[in-house]
């Protein structure tokens, strides 16, 4: 199967540390991490797991040079965990990890290249109820390609 790594959020991990957050996907940081393995996908632990997507209080706009060094460790990491996709249940996670103009600052900083997709958490239920590639239309924005996911999540 698949492998994937999940990055939950800073909004996530930060809420599920407040005592007073209710059970359920907050509380248990494995919700996910079940789901794939539902798909028959196999969720990869990596070394980065809990660290910010490199956004973070907005420091992608105050300090851009440090911003993207945390995205780039971010991936660096997912990218030695050998995992085909990273999924995330947060929208600004899923700006920040995929666009281009993000990776491409990374590439040229620190001479490293990440076409690892990143999928959202209604992607991938999307798929797993049948979704037809065509009529997903968040499904064609993807940069990098989903190249075979797609196909592989449908059919399993």
């Not at 209710?22 to 028959?40: M, V, Y």
């Not at 990273?86 to 600004?92: A, S």
């Not at 103009?101 to 990143?118: C, M, Q, S, T, W």
Request: charged share 30%.
């Amino acid at each position: 199967g698949l492998k994937v790594a999940v990055h939950y959020g800073c909004h996530y991990l930060n809420l599920s540390r407040d005592k007073k957050t209710p059970e359920g996907l907050l509380k248990n940081k494995t919700k996910l991490e079940d789901l794939i393995t539902l798909f028959g996908g196999e969720p990869v632990d990596y070394q980065e797991r809990e660290l910010c997507c490199g956004w973070g209080a907005s420091q992608r706009i105050i300090n851009l040079p440090e911003s993207l060094y945390i995205t780039y460790k971010k991936l660096k990491s997912v990218q030695y965990a050998e995992a085909d996709f990273i999924l995330t249940p947060c929208p600004t996670c899923l700006y920040t990890l995929e666009k281009p103009e993000y990776r491409k600052g990374i590439a040229n900083l620190y001479h490293e290249h990440f076409d690892i997709p990143v999928i959202h958490l209604n992607e991938l239920l999307a798929m797993l109820r049948g979704c037809e590639e065509e009529r997903c239309m968040t499904l064609k924005r993807k940069t990098p390609r989903l190249e075979g996911i797609f196909d592989i999540i449908t059919r399993e």
